[in-house]
């Protein structure tokens, strides 16, 4: 009886009825958890000396120029993926690489830093809906099984900043803190532009109350001025993007993407998909909640939230819970909102699926770390009272906490891969070091899935790489679709000439092929290359039995090889083809 009432009160105590020492005690283990996940996802960042986030290769590659201002000289890549960069994010790096550090080694530490602030953020937020710090630790622990087993916060792209920063936000809204509040606003809008709507949204709600069963106007003055404030400080953040008049738009129209093989369901961007309830429910993209929801699984116990709340009786703690738990449905109600809007206006607004998201994972995360608080203060007070001795009820009570300290403590032990990071390890060393000693304003011609590498491991410039193909800007994809088109024509024509004039008029400096490039398998069996208007041509081209014009420089231009790949200098292809 001793114990379980001991327990009972350690791990239920509020934070006014204990020592600021025992706060500290969650917040520092808390912190400790995220350290160590954290460690293990940069064990695996250095594990070798060509590693990079997937992502990260479309994000992270051209911010090499803060490095080197010759690297990626006129390169449409490269100037595209720049141009989309939100300004806190490309600001971010370039003090860092100002400083001394390189962004690629930036990109592999700041995970860790990113996961101790979002820690924080959370621990606390959960602390103002019930100040219990076991319920800030269980929220912290779980949103850091969550990051760690999706690869947002290690890819360090700017979506991993929205963790840390949405999280300030809320925290500090709810405790009416306003500087710090606008200030987190500000950062939501230079680093993570969408959700600096979102933000609008809660500010908004916060504007109504629910009275005597109306819909009422708040008569809390603080909600009006920080939604006036935290409105004028999100245009001013803005503001920019609303004015920017960049090269590579406009965004295709829905009428337009419908059209287009990369948004169909077997597409590279799939969003336009046949069955409703996945397009509206599930589906990435378009679909309001993610499949990554319940993960970890652990998050499946939030769904006993209201029915927690329902028999309130049994669990003394659920009288704790602050009406600042209603701000979870605000955040959840302007993200719908949101949601909607990016529909009703396709890729606008970007992809519909994130504004509901992220906010989903807060909210799961916040009421299950409440629901399983609850758990643990039901089962120690139920078995706290009548009994004076040890008996079933203490040895229930005891499997029970256990149960939930195994399952949430232990929960990435039975994760075979954990931290799911997504990291990708270059495998052809020797290549990049070719390319590293060629000048710094080549250009390589490749379909090749290593084209996607050579950017980040090399700082070279290639002509197209399916990373690189975001279908959503139509500056951008109608020119970078045109020369996926004209590589797969050149590379597949009998016509020397045609592969001559492709190779002047794009500066080509060198092709890159895979060993079995030429022949109609590889073709048939790289998916990528379907949605391609040249496709078509070249596969039939290959069953008529045509021998590609590229195909005698294999031999007589190479200047690199492996048993993977063969590099050609363009100029020798192109003298080849005259003589």
Request: glycine share 6%; aromatic share 14%.
């Amino acid at each position: 009886m001793v114990l379980i009432a001991r327990l009972h009160k350690f791990l239920t105590a509020t934070a006014d009825e204990k020592s600021r020492s025992h706060t500290i005690f969650w917040l520092t283990l808390s912190l400790t958890f995220a350290a160590v996940y954290a460690v293990l996802g940069m064990q695996q960042a250095f594990s070798a000396e060509y590693v990079v986030q997937d992502d990260a290769r479309q994000h992270v590659f051209w911010m090499m120029r803060f490095v080197d201002r010759e690297l990626f000289p006129n390169d449409f890549i490269a100037n595209y993926f720049q141009s989309v960069a939100p300004a806190g994010y490309s600001t971010l790096y370039k003090i860092a690489a100002t400083i001394g550090i390189h962004p690629l080694l930036l990109h592999k530490i700041l995970p860790l830093f990113l996961g101790l602030i979002s820690t924080y953020f959370c621990f606390g937020l959960c602390l103002e809906m019930l100040p219990v710090p076991l319920t800030g630790f269980i929220a912290s622990l779980l949103l850091n099984q969550h990051m760690w087993m999706t690869d947002d916060l290690a890819s360090t792209t700017p979506r991993a900043f929205i963790y840390p920063i949405f999280l300030a936000f809320l925290y500090y809204l709810s405790r009416s803190s306003l500087l710090p509040c606008l200030g987190a606003i500000a950062l939501i809008g230079l680093f993570y532009p969408p959700y600096a709507l979102v933000a609008a949204g809660i500010l908004v709600l916060r504007l109504l109350g629910w009275e005597n069963g109306r819909l009422r106007l708040s008569g809390d003055r603080a909600n009006y001025l920080f939604c006036a404030t935290g409105l004028g400080v999100i245009f001013l953040a803005m503001l920019p993007y609303a004015l920017d008049k960049s090269e590579f738009g406009p965004t295709y129209t829905a009428a337009e993407a419908k059209q287009m093989a990369e948004f169909a369901p077997k597409g590279r961007n799939a969003f336009f998909r046949p069955n409703p309830v996945d397009f509206w429910l599930t589906a990435r993209g378009s679909g309001m909640f993610p499949k990554s929801l319940f993960t970890p699984v652990t998050h499946c116990v939030g769904l006993l939230f209201p029915l927690l709340l329902f028999w309130r009786s049994a669990f003394p703690l659920a009288s704790r819970i602050s009406s600042k738990i209603w701000l979870l449905l605000q955040l959840f109600l302007a993200s719908s909102v949101m949601f909607l809007a990016a529909h009703a206006t396709i890729f606008k607004l970007y992809q519909p699926g994130r504004y509901t998201a992220y906010s989903l994972r807060f909210i799961i995360v916040s009421i299950t770390a409440i629901a399983l608080t609850l758990i643990i203060d039901g089962v120690g007070h139920w078995a706290s009272q009548n009994a004076t001795k040890f008996n079933l009820k203490n040895l229930v009570a005891l499997i029970t906490i256990a149960i939930i300290a195994v399952a949430v403590v232990l929960y990435p032990g039975f994760v075979e891969k954990f931290p799911t990071v997504g990291y990708v390890e270059g495998k052809m060393p020797s290549l990049y070091n070719f390319f590293q000693q060629q000048p710094k304003d080549i250009l390589i011609a490749s379909i090749a899935s290593e084209a996607d590498n050579i950017p980040t491991f090399s700082q070279r410039s290639v002509l197209v790489a399916k990373e690189y193909a975001v279908p959503y800007q139509k500056g951008y994809y109608s020119r970078y679709r045109q020369r996926v088109s004209d590589l797969i024509r050149a590379q597949y024509t009998e016509n020397p000439a045609v592969l001559q004039n492709f190779i002047n008029s794009y500066g080509i400096d060198f092709w890159m092929l895979t060993r079995n490039a030429l022949t109609l398998e590889y073709v048939e069996d790289y998916g990528w290359l379907n949605q391609f208007d040249s496709t078509p041509e070249a596969m039939l081209a290959l069953k008529q039995g045509k021998i590609p014009a590229i195909a005698p420089a294999i031999t007589s231009c190479a200047v690199f090889q492996n048993e993977i790949l063969v590099v050609l200098d363009a100029s020798c292809i192109v003298k080849l083809g005259g003589s």
